[in-house]
């Protein structure tokens, strides 16, 4: 299970409020194009199809997530934002890629025992560059959407004022 967390001063924000930073996050959802999105009170909840490899942005921050939730709590002080979410699509889309070298390879009546190891080397480096580059970006894309927002709700006190 990946985690990360990030927080909302709510003395830096005086009128922000759950449900605000819940809607924040529900669009950014959308935005990313994940598949399917649930809200329960402090948390969203997601699901990315994981077979739907084409109609998804190439740049689609969640896309190596197959389930997961962002949960808001709030504290004396903060809102802490956590996210949670199962990496396994990005199994699912490194396997289907190896079973597609495999496949392909036997239609062609050239299947053999390497081209299986060769397929299963492929599973093992894009599986594991995939989880390497998520585990090392998505943390920073995290800290990045939460300064857009506390950018955003800055611009919006400042026209309120």
Same mark, same amino acid.
């Given at each position: 299970?990946?985690?990360?967390?990030?927080?909302?001063?709510?003395?830096?924000?005086?009128n +922000?409020?759950?449900?605000?930073?819940?809607?924040?996050?529900?669009?950014?959802? #959308?935005?990313? #194009?994940?598949?399917?999105?649930?809200?329960?009170?402090?948390?969203?909840?997601?699901?990315? %199809?994981?077979?739907?490899?084409?109609?998804? =942005?190439?740049?689609?921050?969640?896309?190596?997530?197959?389930? &997961? =939730?962002?949960?808001? #709590? #709030?504290?004396? %002080?903060?809102?802490?934002?956590?996210?949670?979410?199962?990496?396994?699509?990005?199994? /699912?889309?490194? &396997?289907?890629? $190896?079973?597609?070298?495999?496949?392909?390879?036997? +239609?062609? &009546?050239?299947?053999?025992?390497?081209?299986?190891?060769? $397929?299963l $080397? /492929?599973?093992?480096?894009?599986? &594991?560059?995939?989880?390497?580059?998520?585990?090392?970006?998505?943390? =920073?894309?995290?800290?990045?959407?939460? %300064?857009?927002i506390?950018?955003?709700?800055?611009?919006?006190?400042r026209?309120? $004022?």
């Open positions: 299970m990946f985690t990360t967390t990030t927080t909302f001063s709510k003395a830096q924000f005086p +922000i409020s759950m449900p605000l930073l819940i809607d924040i996050y529900k669009q950014e959802l #959308e935005y990313q #194009e994940i598949s399917d999105i649930s809200r329960e009170y402090n948390t969203l909840y997601f699901l990315n %199809n994981p077979y739907n490899f084409f109609q998804n =942005k190439l740049t689609n921050r969640f896309s190596n997530f197959l389930i &997961g =939730k962002i949960t808001i #709590e #709030e504290t004396q %002080n903060d809102y802490v934002v956590c996210l949670q979410a199962d990496m396994s699509r990005l199994l /699912i889309k490194a &396997g289907l890629f $190896a079973a597609l070298i495999c496949l392909s390879f036997w +239609i062609m &009546g050239s299947f053999n025992w390497a081209i299986f190891l060769f $397929a $080397a /492929i599973f093992i480096v894009f599986s &594991g560059s995939a989880y390497g580059l998520t585990a090392f970006t998505f943390p =920073k894309y995290f800290t990045r959407l939460r %300064n857009e506390e950018r955003l709700l800055q611009e919006e006190m026209k309120r $004022a």
